[in-house]
């Protein structure tokens, strides 16, 4: 059975439930274009907060254009896939460090690719057993 696309995904850590979906913008800025990004949204069941972790393409910086699949966003040979639940919970686990807090009620937008380097080498180490 196929996952509805428009349906947010639930995260689980310790007692707190996690909301989280990934989209596609196309976005337009006046000395580029139009430009591609990938958004992923999270927010904490019952509480009104979110954050946007933006990743926009550009020079070196590579997000879906129809050539990569969804979620898949990449810098300097290394790869994340939004649509995995570990990336997720690094990208959460970096935005509380720095400072999001669910219970805002506003939404808090953060360039991705300024976590990018610290979740990927995350997701990219050796598991120890």
Known sequence: ?????????????????????????HHVEQDRGQVC??????????AR????????GGAGRLVPDGLLHSGGVGAGGSWLNLHEPGTVRALL??????????NDPST???DGWLLFDAVSARRNAPQSV
């Open 49 to 56: 907060g979110r954050v946007r972790i933006v990743f926009q």
């Open 37 to 46: 990004r990938e958004v992923l949204a999270i927010g904490r069941a019952g």
């Open 93 to 102: 686990d970096e935005a509380l460090a720095g400072g999001w807090d669910p």
């Open 108 to 110: 808090k937008q953060i």
């Open 1 to 25: 059975m196929v996952r509805s696309r428009k349906k947010a995904r639930r995260l689980v850590i310790d007692d707190a439930t996690f909301l989280w979906s990934v989209r596609h913008q």
